[in-house]
């Protein structure tokens, strides 16, 4: 086989590979990426009639593809009528995120898997869905870029016990909850995200009253770990504030020295604004990163800046 022929198989094999990793890649965005990871044998780096573009780095053209940013958001359209129905889903496989994923009656169970997350990358668990997290693992695709973390949104016209009626067919029918939760349990792992999880929404309190169940839970290197917007519980019979249902159990809030300090700043392990009873019980809270002084002092200077404003 002449060594044209090789390279022309080389090269195709590569594009489609790309291109099969993520479906939304164009075959000329998957060409743009692969030219973009040769090594040029030029020092202007343009393509020439007798080298081409370069020297082919396969390794380098499909690992790039854990970066990609582009794709559309996933964004189900709510169900009508007086019951809903939700969708159950199971993920068990590694996967990159590269867009927004946004869970609107849904209920999403993540077990075992590691999920890898470009700069783009963010989930939204919705009104009456849930995002269980099994001991899986959420971390950043790129090294030092973090990625933009879990929010949980809620309706703040109920209090946390208020409930739907779900149908199940045949006429089966249970109760799920008005607001948007998150659980993690057995070992889950959010890491380098600029805010891990995010409850409510700033500036809109409508969607406040998220639920958060943290058990066995590790929150590493991440610019604020858990914040939650303001929101009261208020039973409407006694118009009274009960504690929020949110809580952390056994969990690991921890700064070390693989904090991506260049890309983000280190805030707080957990801001709590305007809400009430949320426990952290057998909870450890640590920072190793190299320089810890000067998160001390960026953590400082934050809430400076939250009491001035």
């Known amino acids: 086989m002449k060594r ?9 094999g590569t594009i489609c590979v790309i291109a099969a990793c993520f479906l939304m890649l164009a075959l000329s965005q998957a060409w743009s990426r692969y030219r973009a990871k040769t090594k040029s044998v030029f020092s202007n780096g ?14 380098a053209a499909i690992g790039a593809i854990d970066c990609y940013t582009g794709g559309t958001a996933i964004t189900p359209n709510p ?15 590694r996967m990159v995120i590269r867009d927004s994923i946004f869970l609107d009656y849904t209920d999403l169970t993540i077990k075992g898997a590691e999920i890898k997350c470009t700069p783009n990358a963010c989930i939204v668990v919705g009104r009456m869905s849930r995002l269980v997290l099994d001991g899986c693992k959420f971390t950043s695709s790129c090294s030092g870029e ?14 946390q016990n208020a409930t739907a009626v779900e149908d ?10 008005r607001q948007g939760i998150l659980e993690l349990k057995n070992g889950a792992v959010i890491e380098n995200a600029i805010c891990a999880v995010e409850v409510g929404q700033a500036g809109n309190a409508n969607y406040g009253g998220g639920i958060v169940r943290a058990s066995d839970a590790h929150f590493i290197n991440n610019g604020t770990a858990v914040k939650f917007h303001p929101f009261r519980n208020t039973i409407a019979s006694t118009a009274e504030e009960a504690a929020n249902k949110s809580y952390f159990t056994q969990c ?28 952290f019980s057998g909870c450890q809270f640590s920072c ?4 810890p002084a000067e998160i001390v002092r960026q953590a400082n200077r934050q809430r400076v800046e939250t009491q001035v404003l």
């Open 4 to 12: 044209a022929e090789l390279s022309a198989r080389i090269v195709t």
């Open 46 to 59: 343009t393509y020439n009639e007798d080298m081409g573009y370069g020297v082919l780095d396969a390794g």
């Open 79 to 93: 169900l009508a009528g007086e019951s809903v129905i939700i969708r159950h889903f199971v993920w068990n496989e």
């Open 146 to 159: 973090p990625w933009r973390g879990i929010k949980v949104l809620g309706d703040s016209s109920y209090n």
């Open 168 to 177: 199940l067919g045949n006429s089966i029918w249970d109760t799920i909850s």
């Open 252 to 279: 690991t809030f921890k700064v070390d020295s693989l904090f991506a300090k260049d890309d983000m700043k280190f805030r707080a392990h957990a801001v709590l604004q305007g809400v009430s009873g949320i426990s």
């Open 288 to 291: 190793e990163h190299e320089n």
